[in-house]
T-cell receptor
Framework: GAVVSQHPSRVICKSGTSVKIECRSL??????MFWYRQFPKQSLMLMAT?????????EQGVEKDKFLINHASLTLSTLTVTSAHPEDSSFYIC???????????FGPGTRLTVL | GNSVTQMEGPVTLSEEAFLTINCTYT??????LFWYVQYPGEGLQLLLK?????DKGSNKGFEATYRKETTSFHLEKGSVQVSDSAVYFC????????????FGQGTRLTINP
């Protein structure tokens, strides 16, 4: 199946700094990428959907200015957590879908810890 | 709104035991239903899916049947293996609107030899 990578896999940062997480589709062109957040022992919550070359569509309750999403190419999307705070600590997962809308391919996730 | 409720974990079984992980959903219309599996250190992978009522999805010995009357999509396997240890997520995708998936909370399964 298709492969999606995320980088970094783990990151620890100080409160107030910004952190960028990359999501790459390695062997296919991803017209749509999704960003999820997962709290311990809880479900994946969709944060936003991004289409290449367009602005991301954010879910209700997700701060656009705090979670900046860029989908500049068909193989790369980035999530930047700006001015991170301890409550932003979480597991962030991306997924990518090609021209067929049927299947999303998931990255392995990035664990963010904000001190 | 759309939602998915999964059986609480963790679930611990012995090898060759029968497995059921319950999943029920709430949705408008007729969603597509999915089971994803996440092995340790890896991303979620699609395990099986069903797109309409009475469809049965199957893969790697796992099965789930789309039951519209009970709004359920329970995951079953007749004889589990140690290698089936993972976290299992039930999910739905509404027919209308975007491709976004709504996930259950996940069920951690551990199979002991």
């Amino acid at each position: 199946g298709a492969v999606v990578s995320q980088h970094p896999s783990r990151v620890i940062c100080k409160s107030g700094t910004s952190v960028k997480i990359e999501c790459r589709s390695l062997d296919f062109q991803a017209t749509t990428m999704f960003w999820y957040r997962q709290f311990p022992k809880q479900s994946l919550m969709l944060m936003a959907t991004s289409n290449e070359g367009s602005k991301a569509t954010y879910e209700q309750g997700v701060e656009k200015d705090k979670f900046l999403i860029n989908h500049a190419s068909l193989t790369l999307s980035t999530l930047t957590v700006t001015s991170a705070h301890p409550e932003d600590s979480s597991f962030y997962i991306c997924s990518a879908a090609g021209t067929s809308t049927d299947t999303q391919y998931f990255g392995p996730g990035t664990r963010l810890t904000v001190l | 709104g759309n939602s998915v409720t999964q059986m609480e974990g963790p679930v611990t079984l012995s090898e060759e035991a029968f497995l059921t992980i319950n999943c029920t959903y709430t949705a408008t219309g007729y969603p597509s239903l999915f089971w994803y599996v996440q092995y340790p250190g890896e991303g979620l992978q699609l395990l099986l899916k069903a797109t309409k009522a009475d469809d049965k999805g199957s893969n790697k010995g796992f099965e789930a049947t789309y039951r519209k009357e009970t709004t359920s999509f329970h995951l079953e396997k007749g004889s589990v293996q140690v290698s089936d240890s993972a976290v299992y997520f039930c999910a739905l995708r509404a027919i209308q609107g975007a491709q976004k998936l709504v996930f259950g909370q996940g069920t951690r399964l551990t199979i002991n030899p």
